[in-house]
């Protein structure tokens, strides 16, 4: 474990970028970046429809962002559904002191009674003195699992449940860039089922998984913050670090006394040769750990079940599962155009799960894939994100507004 921590700390230096000021921008850095010379498809749809942009001024620009996306797509967990994504971002204060904050609704219905009312939010208060970050969702499933560990391809069981989540978070600046705070967690999984022989004997799993049950937790969390990025929805040169320690006792309403340790970091790397553009190599990591026994199935660290459902490109949701998940992504990011309308990426992906009889790591699972980018709204930096993903047993195409870090 203490080499797996290593890694998180060999990413986390701090790069800067030098940009230009204008009215029509968008802070990078604590610095604003030109988009005067950017296109999007707002700007098409002005041209086409003949819509006559409004008047902004340096002292009143623009200060909410929005983007619509409704597809018809691959969810997390199989199956395709009718997608309607909608992200805002906006500022709460001056574009020069302030992140931009962002707002994202993204219900889906497959038509055969699964769907899903997922709203995520990160707001960054004036001079970004607070961070506020919500996370509200119900979800109606089934979707598959593999058991625990590697599991094998072929060897998977159809659960069915429905799911709420409250996860709200406040972190206060206690000096640039660095945050600490606390939150409060609710995961609720109701009437889990399984066709025989069930999902305690499938699992090999005793907490969380018997038939037809209930599942409630209910605790705090504790978080320390490192965030040089601008920008979470398509961020520019920059680091990140996230450590969270979750606990959920009895009294607080949980079935279990169980606690968590989750560790994120990421870093961003800018190659440009010339200004404005995007070409940046990205780099993700996350360590997600159980820290004691009772800790309920559908809690369990998994592949896709990351804060933002963005993990495991190219592999099924809940893939793997284990009391521990390590994962590792790396990403190159290039715009295709001069404008910024088209770009692309290509990924790569590995995680690797403890496996139930010594909770160790032993296999790695790889992922490799790559995406188109479209530009929605040069104002947030927000793209139209179609990536295809490939790994052992699973191919997939997702579609989506932001990037996947």
Same mark, same amino acid.
């Given at each position: 474990?203490?080499?797996?921590?290593?890694?998180?700390?060999?990413?986390?230096?701090?790069?800067?970028?030098?940009?230009?000021?204008?009215?029509?921008?968008?802070?990078?850095?604590?610095?604003?970046?030109?988009?005067?010379?950017?296109?999007?498809?707002?700007?098409?749809?002005?041209?086409?429809?003949?819509?006559?942009?409004?008047?902004?001024?340096?002292?009143?620009?623009?200060?909410?962002? #929005?983007?619509?996306?409704?597809?018809?797509?691959?969810?997390? !967990?199989?199956?395709?559904?009718?997608?309607?994504?909608?992200?805002?971002?906006?500022?709460?204060?001056?574009?020069? =002191?302030?992140?931009?904050?962002?707002?994202?609704?993204?219900?889906?219905?497959?038509?055969?009674?699964?769907?899903?009312?997922?709203? %995520?939010?990160?707001?960054?208060?004036?001079?970004?003195?607070?961070?506020?970050?919500?996370?509200?969702? #119900?979800?109606?499933?089934?979707?598959?699992?593999?058991?625990?560990?590697? &599991?094998?391809?072929?060897?998977?069981?159809?659960?069915?449940?429905?799911?709420? %989540? #409250?996860?709200?978070?406040?972190?206060?600046?206690? %000096?640039?860039?660095?945050?600490?705070?606390?939150?409060?967690?609710?995961?609720?999984?109701?009437?889990?089922? =399984?066709?025989?022989?069930?999902?305690?004997? *499938?699992?090999?799993?005793?907490?969380?998984?018997?038939?037809?049950?209930?599942?409630?937790?209910? &605790?705090?969390?504790?978080?320390?913050?490192?965030?040089?990025?601008?920008?979470?929805?398509?961020?520019?040169? !920059?680091?990140?670090?996230?450590?969270?320690?979750? =606990?959920?006792?009895?009294?607080?309403?949980?079935?279990?006394?169980?606690?968590?340790?989750?560790?994120?970091?990421?870093?961003?790397?800018?190659?440009?040769?010339?200004?404005?553009?995007?070409? =940046?190599?990205? *780099?993700?990591?996350?360590?997600?750990?159980?820290?004691?026994?009772?800790?309920?199935?559908?809690?369990?660290?998994?592949?896709?079940?990351?804060?933002?459902?963005?993990?495991?490109?190219?592999?099924?949701?809940?893939?793997?599962?284990?009391?521990?998940?390590?994962?590792?992504?790396?990403?190159?990011?290039?715009?295709?155009?001069?404008?910024?309308?088209?770009?692309?990426?290509?990924?790569?992906?590995?995680?690797?799960?403890?496996?139930?009889?010594?909770?160790?790591?032993?296999?790695?699972?790889?992922?490799? !894939?790559? &995406?188109?980018?479209?530009?929605?709204?040069? !104002?947030?930096?927000?793209?139209?994100?179609?990536?295809?993903?490939?790994?052992? &047993?699973?191919?997939?195409?997702?579609?989506?507004?932001?990037?996947? #870090?």
């Amino acid at each position: 474990m203490q080499k797996t921590i290593y890694l998180f700390f060999f990413l986390f230096i701090t790069y800067h970028a030098s940009a230009q000021n204008a009215s029509d921008a968008i802070s990078a850095n604590n610095q604003v970046r030109d988009t005067s010379n950017k296109r999007d498809l707002i700007d098409i749809a002005k041209v086409l429809f003949k819509i006559k942009p409004g008047t902004k001024t340096r002292e009143n620009p623009k200060k909410i962002f #929005f983007s619509l996306l409704p597809i018809g797509a691959n969810v997390p !967990g199989g199956g395709r559904a009718l997608i309607t994504s909608t992200s805002a971002g906006f500022y709460l204060g001056d574009r020069k =002191t302030t992140n931009i904050s962002n707002a994202t609704f993204t219900p889906y219905w497959n038509f055969k009674g699964r769907f899903g009312l997922p709203l %995520r939010s990160n707001i960054w208060l004036k001079n970004n003195t607070w961070n506020i970050q919500g996370d509200t969702r #119900f979800l109606v499933y089934p979707q598959y699992t593999w058991g625990l560990g590697s &599991g094998h391809e072929d060897q998977k069981m159809l659960i069915d449940y429905k799911y709420v %989540r #409250f996860y709200q978070s406040a972190l206060k600046q206690i %000096r640039p860039y660095f945050y600490a705070g606390f939150g409060y967690n609710l995961d609720y999984f109701v009437n889990i089922k =399984t066709p025989e022989p069930g999902l305690q004997k *499938f699992s090999g799993y005793n907490v969380g998984t018997e038939q037809g049950s209930n599942s409630f937790s209910s &605790g705090i969390s504790f978080s320390l913050l490192y965030d040089t990025r601008n920008n979470s929805i398509n961020p520019l040169p !920059g680091s990140y670090l996230n450590m969270t320690l979750r =606990t959920n006792p009895e009294f607080m309403g949980s079935q279990t006394s169980w606690k968590s340790l989750y560790i994120d970091a990421r870093k961003y790397i800018s190659l440009n040769t010339r200004p404005h553009q995007q070409n =940046t190599l990205a *780099f993700w990591s996350y360590f997600w750990t159980g820290l004691n026994s009772g800790i309920p199935y559908l809690n369990l660290p998994s592949i896709g079940w990351d804060p933002y459902n963005r993990s495991g490109r190219g592999m099924d949701q809940n893939r793997y599962r284990g009391k521990g998940l390590f994962y590792i992504e790396s990403e190159y990011r290039r715009d295709i155009t001069d404008n910024g309308l088209f770009g692309f990426v290509v990924f790569a992906n590995a995680t690797s799960v403890t496996e139930p009889e010594n909770n160790m790591f032993k296999k790695i699972h790889p992922a490799i !894939g790559a &995406g188109m980018r479209i530009k929605f709204n040069k !104002g947030s930096n927000t793209n139209i994100a179609v990536d295809y993903g490939v790994s052992k &047993g699973y191919s997939g195409l997702s579609i989506g507004l932001g990037e996947a #870090f």
